[in-house]
């Protein structure tokens, strides 16, 4: 019935905390890595806001992520030298443990592919920093709009020639699988309660039901491959 | 300074010929099945022709495989009692014995993708029948066009955000070559002299100073990576 698993990835995949303060702290010296990483990400939703809601034409999220970098930069008073190369560090997220063998033992059985707002360019490069074995890259580019707009899932699917009923999508976040719901996909939530630091408390458990609820990919895998 | 190999698929990455013809013999007894086969590769290039001259909207090459299905059967007087079943032969094509290791090897220092004609869905599953380990799927359905239209190989490099100059193109045939040339693009011949059978005339040799020239994927992985 589901011929193909496509994944949210920010959150879901990789550890996008840890890894942008890592680079962070490598970059600029003196500043807090952590709050950083959090103010850069806080930036994120308003900056696809405005292109969801029409006001500006589609721009890739590195674009977005380099002018939030910049925005993040005045308010911490942080001067940084080559900001390009910062802004490559969403490039080198790490995934969270589970992924990597996870998605391996998922793609015996079906098609596995990102569905993220980040780009082609990005989806690639992380996923060859991380391991994550993909047969091929949906998500933003391909619909040139951001989730949760019911095209980047409608043409995701469109792309694999298949009918939403027969696609799951696979995210930590409930927003993601309300919107995936509500274009007639599958859903499976991975909470990841550290997405957010030791102090999260949004998305720690299931706000609707799910069609599939696991702890980590591996036993999405099991609970799929059974 | 290339940072990225494109690959032509058919031909190039797998013998569309041999497959075809032996799901042909399968799905059709009693009818030549290499010549039919010959016969359905030879609708390909006028059917994108309309499209890439703006006489019809884009629409992917798996609907116009099954349209020349059609056209082909009746030329052949051949009844196909499944012709979407038999249209995914175009799904299984097998690779020539140097494709998959050789992509393994060129994949180390380098993103490698399809830049084909054929659609995502398509090239997803080919690459999963293949064994074909591409970093993501470029080429017609990200143009919305097809080769060798320079749209084509222009927008799978913006999708890697990368200038034409740091991606090659990999094919069998010089004409793919000329137009990745002229867009800006390196170049790498790979011959493949029995694609078109034992008679093969054309594409034997290189028509121009490519960039690189290899026998074989392995070859070329062992001239990039030196």
């Known amino acids: 019935m589901i011929k193909a698993l496509i994944f949210d990835v920010f959150g879901t995949c990789v550890d996008w905390r840890g890894s942008v303060a890592r680079a962070v702290a490598g970059a600029l010296p003196g500043v807090d890595a952590p709050a950083f990483a959090d103010a850069w990400r806080a930036e994120y939703d308003p900056a696809m806001a405005r292109i969801r809601e029409g006001g500006r034409g589609y721009i890739a999220l590195d674009d977005l992520h380099l002018e939030n970098l910049f925005r993040v930069c005045d308010r911490f008073h942080a001067t ?7 802004n490559r560090a969403w490039e080198r997220l790490d995934p969270w443990p589970d992924v990597a063998p996870g998605l391996r033992a998922l793609k015996t059985h079906r098609i596995i592919a990102p569905c993220s707002n980040g780009s082609i360019a990005l989806m690639t490069r992380l996923a060859r920093h991380a391991g994550l074995p993909w047969d091929c890259i949906l998500g933003a580019d391909i619909a040139r ?26 995210a930590a ?21 550290t997405e957010h630091g030791p102090g999260q408390t949004s998305d720690l458990t299931q706000e609707a039901d799910w069609d599939l609820i696991a702890p980590d990919f591996n036993v999405l895998a099991r609970l799929l491959n059974a």
């Open 80 to 86: 940084c030298a080559d900001p390009e190369t910062l």
């Open 145 to 170: 709009d951001y989730k949760p707009k019911p095209a980047v899932y409608l043409a995701s699917c469109a792309a694999l020639r298949l009918p939403p009923a027969q696609v799951m999508m696979v």
């Open 173 to 193: 976040h409930n927003g993601d699988l309300h919107a995936a719901r509500a274009a007639g996909l599958g859903t499976a939530f991975v909470p990841r309660p």
